[in-house]
């Protein structure tokens, strides 16, 4: 039986929607029928960038839907059940792995995928087949479609935040640069978890007014960087910016956050932009952490999705059909679309329609 997927070829070309075979599910593994699969702007790097990740498989690492099919001794699903699917594939064995982190499995440079949608087949496409159970995490009663993102436009920023967790008190001051598909969730997830004085920057007036519709008091343009930072500086104070997650990672952002970073601090860059952090006496301030953290656990994105169903946060979604990957994708690479557009099966489609 045949199946629609977009399916990533070779680097510089773009992914074309074809007809594959439908997965079965062989022992341990579970078969989904995917509501929704995140459209990713780290996809990008995967198509136009010398990554390394060789084709062809199928697009899609941030997916949700519903159990179609459990294979020889999985326990504990049923079909029909609604799941996100966490995306980062460890060995499943490694000491990292054993404690939920598989995104800092041990063995990742042997394994030859990073995941579903990173060297293995994703979820853009109507069934996806999951290698083990462990990577299910349930929705209850949230829609998969509008969850999809959660799985890692939100448990990345979710991941760099728990890390500074001790650093965000009230006094605190926390930067966050780059208000896109991690941006708006990591301003959401401060505000759930932190007392600390949230600060959103961004070249664009849009996202900045999309992060004061999410509560955020203090918003800043950092086209002007020098004036960036003595705004900054006046809001922080002599302490300086507590912590800094960089959504960016371009090389003006990284420069920014070292500048306004204080002592006894950390600075974390999560965005894929480029930038490198210049390292000299007392710059960045003594005392300051460099992390450049990638994806999160298992067990965060069981938490994430907790927050989710209490309302906490939410993933600004915009729906389209599968079958429009190509020309999504076109429009994702010339910024004329939002990271939060997602691609739904025909079936799917039909019933958003509805």
């Given at each position: ?123 853009m496409a109507e069934y996806m087949l999951v ?81 004061r519709g999410l509560g955020v008091k203090h ?78 656990s298992r067990t965060e994105l069981m938490e ?51």
């Amino acid at each position: 039986m045949k199946m629609k997927a977009v399916r990533f070829i070779e680097m510089g070309k773009p992914p074309e929607v074809v007809d594959v075979p439908r997965p079965v599910p062989g022992p341990g593994q579970v078969l989904l029928k995917i509501a929704g699969a995140g459209v990713c702007h780290s996809d990008l790097h995967i198509l136009d960038e010398p990554l390394g990740i060789p084709g062809p498989f199928i697009l899609g690492h941030e997916n949700a839907g519903h159990v179609a099919a459990l294979g020889q001794g999985v326990e504990g699903w049923k079909e029909g059940d609604a799941v996100a699917v966490y995306g980062p594939w460890g060995c499943g064995r490694c000491h990292t792995c054993q404690g939920s982190a598989e995104n800092y499995c041990e063995n990742h440079a042997s394994l030859g995928t990073f995941g579903g949608g990173l060297g293995s087949d994703g979820g853009m496409a109507e069934y996806m087949l999951v290698p083990a159970a462990r990577q299910l995490v349930p929705l209850g009663a949230l829609d998969p479609v509008a969850s999809a993102p959660l799985s890692d436009a939100a448990l990345t920023p979710y991941h760099a935040i728990k890390q500074a967790l001790p650093l965000l008190t009230p006094e605190a001051t926390v930067v966050v640069i780059g208000i896109g598909g991690l941006g708006h969730m990591a301003v959401q997830l401060l505000q759930a978890l932190t007392p600390a004085t949230l600060i959103a920057a961004d070249i664009d007036e849009a996202k900045l007014a999309h992060a004061r519709g999410l509560g955020v008091k203090h918003t800043l343009d950092t086209r002007d960087a020098d004036a960036a930072a003595a705004a900054i500086g006046a809001l922080a104070g002599p302490r300086g910016a507590t912590v800094v997650l960089d959504f960016v990672g371009a090389q003006p952002t990284v420069d920014l956050g070292v500048r306004v970073v204080g002592r006894d601090s950390r600075l974390t860059v999560v965005g894929l932009g480029g930038g490198v952090v210049h390292y000299g006496a007392n710059q960045p301030p003594y005392g300051c952490q460099v992390s450049v953290p990638y994806w999160g656990s298992r067990t965060e994105l069981m938490e994430v999705i907790a927050l989710a169903q209490a309302g906490r946060i939410h993933a600004e979604v915009e729906a389209f059909p599968l079958e429009q990957a190509v020309d999504v994708y076109q429009r994702l690479g010339e910024g004329k679309i939002g990271e939060g557009a997602v691609l739904v099966s025909a079936s799917e489609w039909a019933s958003i329609e509805e």
